[in-house]
Nanobody, 125 residues
Framework: QLQASGGGSVQAGGSLRLSCAAS????????MAWFRQAPGKEREFVAG????????AYAPSVEVRVILSRDSAKNTVYLQMNSLKPEDTAVYYC????????????????????WGQGTQVTVSS
């Protein structure tokens, strides 16, 4: 089970750090990712990281503004988002897939087997 938190309302240019905490099982050997879904739009990939943490991928729209990291000891993944824009407004979801199945960062929604409940990020201009 994945629990996303850290969302909120900020002004453009602000920062937020989202957390995705795993419980019930260890996600240390899982590829982890964040997706987001804005109203009326499809869910899209934001960022992902391999279970070793030595490889990550970012959507072009966010790659210079976000940093994804993981703390395996805490079974938690963090998404630091800076210089937020109104177009970043969305519900953010964390997702996971076993590294045995995907040991690289997939940007496809269907590749992930576990999903958190989502956390709302609202950026005002």
């Amino acid at each position: 089970q994945l629990q996303a938190s850290g969302g909120g309302s900020v002004q453009a240019g602000g920062s937020l750090r989202l957390s995705c905490a795993a419980s019930g099982r260890s996600f240390s050997r899982y590829t982890m990712a964040w997706f987001r879904q804005a109203p009326g739009k499809e869910r899209e990939f934001v960022a992902g990281i391999t279970w070793t943490g030595d490889s990550s991928a970012y959507a072009p729209s966010v790659e210079v503004r976000v940093i994804l990291s993981r703390d395996s000891a805490k079974n938690t993944v963090y998404l630091q988002m800076n210089s937020l824009k109104p177009e970043d407004t969305a519900v953010y979801y964390c997702a996971a897939v076993s590294a045995d199945k995907r040991n690289w960062v997939s940007k496809a929604i269907y590749d992930y087997d576990y999903w958190g409940q989502g956390t709302q990020v609202t950026v005002s201009s």
